[in-house]
């Protein structure tokens, strides 16, 4: 037994004949937040989206909490019930106010009473700031603001473990700030996090580890201050400058 909530071994995807991941061995301690960076194409959403089966490995194993879910006999849904994903889009529901996008699922996936899920969705709602916004509907809300009723849903499921897809990328620049500002608060709180992105400075901040993934496989990792400021290897060192750059 081991203290990984999340591990996978030699993991492998692909999109066709095209090899997307190509031998990924990676794991996530319980309590730590890792940070994948990589070039645009490198892998690292289908990376994200494989880890609870929404892209089928073409082989491989993955763990979760020493559970194989790769494993035909596991029944998939209920391990993705203990593991939140936010996703680049918000994938909110149009029709329904910010309250509701969260009460939803946790009545439907967890037969939760709907006064006991209103509840919850306020104590998440309050979390990310957004509590006063409980029942504007999408399209009364910024990006950033759509972006944290997404992060609040997550959270409402008491997940263990928390995947983020480049939770800033659809955002304009403006909004990136209140979605990382909320990210960090999270992360003090000490939940297992995976979290894809381009945002150095937040992942400075927030990372324990960061993993630089380019053409499917891992190329380095190591520690924030190491990796970012004291890369070792040449296409690190490469994609790094021209981030900076930005």
């Known amino acids: 037994m081991t203290d990984n909530i999340l591990k996978t071994v ?3 995807v692909s999109y066709g004949k095209i090899d997307i991941i190509k031998g990924i061995n990676m794991h996530v301690n319980k309590g730590e937040r890792l940070i994948i960076l990589g070039p645009s194409g490198s892998g ?3 990376l994200l989206k494989s880890l609870i089966l929404l892209i089928k490995p073409k082989r491989g194993k993955i763990y979760f909490n020493n559970i194989e879910i790769t494993d035909k006999s596991i029944d998939i849904n209920k391990i993705r019930q203990r593991i939140g994903f936010v996703f680049q889009n918000y994938n909110l529901f149009p029709h329904l106010t910010a309250l509701r996008n ?4 946790l009545e439907i996936v967890k037969k939760i009473p709907k006064e ?10 309050d979390l990310v700031g957004l509590r006063m916004k409980a029942y504007s509907y999408p ?4 990006g950033g603001q759509q972006q944290r009723v997404a992060i609040a849903r997550a959270l409402a499921m008491d997940p263990e473990l928390l995947l983020l897809d480049e939770p800033t990328s659809a955002l304009d620049p403006e909004f990136v700030n209140e979605v990382l500002e909320v990210l960090e608060r999270i992360a003090k709180e000490g939940i297992s996090m995976i979290v894809v ?9 927030i990372a324990d580890r960061i993993l630089f993934i380019d053409n499917g496989i891992i190329i380095e990792e190591g520690k924030p201050e190491e990796l970012i400021n004291n890369p070792k290897n040449e296409r690190t060192k490469s994609f790094l400058k021209r981030i900076h750059k930005k």
């Open 197 to 205: 992105t381009h945002e150095l400075d937040f992942a400075m901040d």
């Open 139 to 142: 399209a009364e809300l910024s």
């Open 44 to 46: 690292k959403s289908t």
């Open 10 to 12: 030699d993991l492998w």
């Open 116 to 125: 006991q899920a209103e509840r919850k969705a306020l104590e998440v709602l």
């Open 102 to 105: 969260i009460t939803l699922p």
